[in-house]
């Protein structure tokens, strides 16, 4: 009996190191593939891309795990400071852009170059980046990026032009968060981006996020609002 | 855009793999000057040969000095021009608050994976920032605070929301620095209304502290350390609180608290092991020497008072001459440093006397007494206290008086160090010793005064300025001095003039002053003086 209590306790710990030492085996994984990107310095294979792709996935995945196991053991907290929403939004558009043309998918971004935004931008950007990861799977050909001040908040819409949420998704977002073993959705992504929204607060205001059809591009809409 | 081709570019990262993709993708942008260094000495070496524009430095470096070490070592070398980059790269996704190191953070951390576009948008970003605040940070490289002030306030009347809350910040900490709590208060209470941001309500809380209001200081740093577990800086803000209230085992508590959330801090343990000492911590003093040491193998913090003070913990527990060992690692660790020779034979003297090898002992001690002479007038003060405790023991009381005296010359104004003098000569002999020695240095101080200011109120301007100067060159750390020969020095610039160099003089003077914990109520009006007659020497030329 006591082995299992052992067991119980400590799982959470394994699975926090374990997932630190894949990361660590990933970045060697992208190096080496990089090496072997760099033997092709023109007519470069398409796949590398693909790689690429695939591998920054699994890094965001690992990611938000590991930042998921720290705030459930208080070894996390956001750091917050006030950020250019341009530079934040740029820096998706930099991560994410080449990758996205492959599958001919047009990443827009459109926002004001006074708004400023508190944040913490390094969870906030791979909160969006994940979105974007997500609205890839549903879009035709095209994302849209933007943001906007709303009253006590700042919005960021992460919109596509497929055919939009299913209607018992949007009745019960909570509930769902997307998992679909079908598709390879597991909820992780969506878990992560609502605790980060969450952890963003200003006086008594959290941050939250909404999904809707309104999309300016006839799919799907995401918002991630930031009081 | 940023154009790479001038720039002169190091990248520190000990994996091939990682150096290659790295040059793959800067001379992708065009950078044209690119050195590479696999490990944290190397990276050194290569900053003394070269000043690198952009440094790009992996946090982890393998088994040598990490990321943070090597900034701090750069840093500590002056290696950086205050122009240049530094920008760690790291895995970590929460950099800023994990890898924190006490007032020495790189530009900018770069979290991996990431991509040419990314490096460069980064790059960028980093320059103009860099660039908008060079006005600030020019002043701060070459230690003129008010000046720094000064343009912080004028870049801050630009209401450039890009750099907003950094200047904020920087202006915030500069008003600490001269000991305008008042200012520093403010601003922190601007932010505050507008945001509630864990480093402005740091910032009140050293406010707190550096007032005197030690209890107010350590109710906010507890809630704030509850509320945001990762601010590191409130531990150690939270330890001096606990330490000033002679709450050692709330300092330890709090220092604790932060060395398991970044175990690779040295300075941390080196003030743990400190402070578990004077309680007798034994184990856990021991627990943070051998940290301490095992982290100064890469670092510029390493000091050679670990091993000693490892080595009489050991005698406390288990005295064995297995402690020896520590002498000898010692001076293997410190080669070339005088202090490190003579600490290692004063700790030898008593690493003998403790196992009863008298003779031994005495030998050691004589090499103390030869290498203090030669040396101990360079020696840390901590470092003196404990030779002149040697020799004493040894019915030495020449070196004794001559120790005691200089250190008290030198610390008269430092109440916590003349109080653990007065402890030790009280434990040594009797109470009136030390006293007797600081009342007569005191009432030197108050003559060497009296003489300057009446020769000065006389018109002999030169005369008075010759009495301090002499007088600092005996007393370099006194307050009062250093102050009345600021005052003189811009009062004779005032009505009499001077060249650029007088000028600098007595800037100097002044800076000391402020290094010395002048508060800017009695230092500020001086500088703000110093400052329009310079300004007005600039415009008739």
């Known amino acids: ?227 | 855009m940023l154009n790479l081709s001038p720039q002169k570019i190091l990248i520190v990262e000990d994996q091939a793999v990682m150096r290659e993709t790295l040059k793959h993708i800067l001379y992708g942008m065009n950078a044209k000057q690119i050195i590479e260094a696999e490990n944290g000495n190397n990276a050194i070496a290569a900053m003394i040969k070269t000043r690198f524009d952009i440094v790009l430095c992996d946090y982890n470096l393998g088994a040598g000095k990490n990321g943070q070490q090597v900034l701090e070592e750069a840093r500590h070398l002056k290696l950086l021009p205050f122009s240049a980059l530094f920008l760690l790269v790291t895995s970590e996704q929460n950099p800023a608050m994990v890898l924190s190191a006490v007032g020495n953070k790189p530009d900018d951390y770069l979290i991996k994976p990431f991509n040419g576009q990314q490096l460069l948008n980064r790059l960028e970003r980093c320059f103009i920032r860099k660039s908008a605040l060079a006005d600030v940070e020019s002043e701060l490289d070459k230690g003129n605070l008010y000046q720094a002030i000064t343009n912080c306030e004028t870049l801050l009347a630009q209401h450039d929301k890009k750099i907003r809350m950094q200047l904020l910040k920087i202006r915030a900490e500069l008003a600490l620095k001269i000991s305008d709590f008042k200012t520093a208060k403010a601003v922190y209470l601007d932010v505050l209304l507008e945001r509630d941001l864990p480093w402005a309500r740091l910032g009140l809380a050293i406010v707190a502290y550096s007032e005197g209001d030690y209890f107010d200081a350590i109710e906010s740093l507890h809630e704030l350390t509850e509320q945001f577990p990762m601010l590191l800086e409130a531990y150690d803000w939270l330890a001096k609180a606990y330490e000033a209230t002679k709450n050692v085992d709330g300092a330890i508590s709090a220092i604790t608290q932060a060395i398991e959330l970044s175990p690779h801090t040295i300075l941390r343990q080196q003030q743990l092991a400190l402070l578990a000492d004077s309680v007798n911590s034994l184990d856990l003093a021991n627990k943070a020497y051998k940290a301490a040491i095992k982290l100064g193998r890469n670092s510029v913090h390493k000091s050679s008072s670990d091993f000693s003070g490892l080595a009489k913990n050991l005698l406390k527990t288990k005295a064995n001459s297995t402690v020896l060992n520590l002498v000898s690692e010692l001076l293997e660790q410190f080669p070339d440093d005088p202090e490190a020779r003579l600490r290692a034979a004063a700790l030898e003297t008593e690493i003998y006397r403790t196992l009863g090898k008298n003779e031994l002992a005495q030998k050691s001690y004589e090499k103390t007494v030869k290498l203090n002479k030669q040396f101990g007038s360079e020696a840390s003060r901590e470092l003196r206290l404990e030779i002149a405790q040697t020799c004493f023991q040894r019915g030495n009381t020449e070196i004794f008086d001559q120790i005691m005296q200089e250190l008290i010359k030198t610390n008269i104004d430092d109440k916590k160090f003349l109080e653990s003098i007065t402890r030790i000569c009280t434990e040594m002999m009797n109470e009136n010793y030390a006293e007797s020695l600081i009342h007569r240095v005191k009432q030197e101080l108050v003559d060497i005064n009296n003489r300057g200011v009446s020769l000065f109120k006389e018109g002999k301007i030169k005369e008075a300025l010759a009495v301090f100067e002499q007088a600092i060159s005996n007393l370099p750390n006194n307050q009062t001095i250093v102050l009345n020969i600021s005052k003189i020095m811009v009062h004779d610039l005032k009505t009499s003039g001077g060249d650029s160099e007088k000028i600098q003089k007595a800037q100097a003077y002044i800076n000391k002053a402020i290094q010395l914990g002048i508060p800017h109520d009695k230092i500020g009006g001086l500088q703000a003086e110093l400052a329009r007659i310079t300004h007005h020497q600039h415009h008739s030329r």
């Open chain 1, 1 to 227: 009996m006591s082995d299992s209590t052992t067991t119980a306790v400590h799982f959470p710990a394994i699975l926090a190191s374990s997932v630190h030492d894949m990361k660590n085996s990933l970045s060697n994984l992208r190096a080496l593939i990089s090496q072997l990107e760099s033997r092709y310095p023109d007519n470069k294979p398409p796949e590398f891309k693909l790689l690429e792709f695939e591998s920054n996935r699994l890094n965001n995945s690992l990611m938000q795990l590991l930042t998921l196991y720290k705030i459930e053991a208080s070894q996390f907290n956001v750091s917050i400071d006030e950020y250019s929403v341009r530079d934040i939004l740029d820096e998706i558009v930099a991560q994410q852009s080449s990758l996205l043309a492959l599958s001919k998918i047009e990443l827009v971004a459109e926002c004001n170059d006074d708004l400023y935004c508190f944040c913490d931008s390094t969870m906030i950007s791979n909160a969006i980046s994940t979105l974007v990861n997500n609205a890839q799977r549903y879009c035709r050909s095209k994302i849209l990026l933007s943001a906007k001040q709303e009253e006590d908040y700042v919005v960021f819409y992460i919109e596509d032009d497929g055919a939009g949420y299913p209607q018992h998704f949007l009745a019960d977002t909570q509930k769902y968060y997307g998992i679909d073993l079908a598709t390879g959705n597991t909820g992780l992504g969506l878990f992560f981006v609502a605790t980060i929204a969450k952890m963003h607060r200003n006086g008594d205001k959290l941050g939250f996020i909404k999904t809707d059809n309104d999309s300016h591009l006839g799919g799907a809409r995401f918002s991630l609002y930031l009081p």
